[in-house]
């Protein structure tokens, strides 16, 4: 029979310069380009991978420019999202605080469902850098407090935890898609069906 073909949205938010553009080019193409080139509106990339015998997604990125006083004009571009990424700069502090704005944009905009929200997962990029402001414990406390699925601490340049973080994402949409009361499939091997609030997969 023909394979379930799911199309899925995923928005990458954070402030300027965190590396969102370079995250999606990093796990869509594997290249990471040097140099930085701000984001205007929204740029899109897909990709598209078989998720199991007879699952195949096609992955469709959201790159939202980050700008602070674009917020209330970018949230437009939120709707009918199926996850989040979450992106901050380790060496940042005004990136990592943006983060608290960005979920309650997030929160606004796509009310919640079922008592279930908007899966996002939260991503400290630059971890190969030494001049980092932020420890892993404040990167957990805030994982918390906004209640995200997961956190990671990843270099994209390196491309250090870019594919695992994704698949953290994809793992929480796939899991809410399941239809309540049935099975899961077996060819969904790694899906576990009552996930924890934090996965192991994407500690640090």
């Not at 965190?18 to 995250?23: A, D, P, R």
């Not at 096609?58 to 939202?64: A, E, G, N, P, T």
């Not at 953290?168 to 060819?187: G, S």
Request: glycine share 4%.
């Amino acid at each position: 029979r023909m394979p379930l073909d799911h199309l899925l949205k995923v928005i990458v938010l954070g402030r300027s310069q965190v590396g969102k553009t370079s995250f999606v080019q990093q796990y869509v193409s594997g290249h990471f380009k040097e140099g930085y080139k701000v984001t205007i509106g929204v740029d899109f990339a897909m990709k598209t991978m078989e998720w199991s015998d007879d699952q195949i997604i096609r992955l469709q990125f959201w790159d939202i420019q980050g700008q602070e006083d674009t917020l209330p004009m970018t949230r437009a571009f939120y709707k009918d999202a199926d996850g989040c990424i979450l992106m901050f700069d380790l060496t940042n502090d005004k990136s990592f605080k943006y983060c608290k704005l960005l979920k309650q944009a997030v929160d606004t905009e796509i009310p919640t469902k079922d008592g279930h929200s908007l899966p996002c997962i939260l991503l400290g990029n630059k971890c190969d850098l030494t001049n980092r402001v932020m420890t892993s414990k404040d990167v957990a406390d805030l994982s918390n407090s906004l209640q995200c699925i997961a956190w990671k601490e990843i270099s994209v340049k390196e491309n250090r935890h870019v594919e695992e973080s994704v698949r953290c994402i994809l793992e929480a949409i796939m899991e809410k898609r399941t239809v309540p009361n049935e099975p899961v499939l077996n060819t969904i091997e790694d899906i576990p069906k009552t996930p924890p609030r934090h996965r192991s997969c994407c500690k640090t």
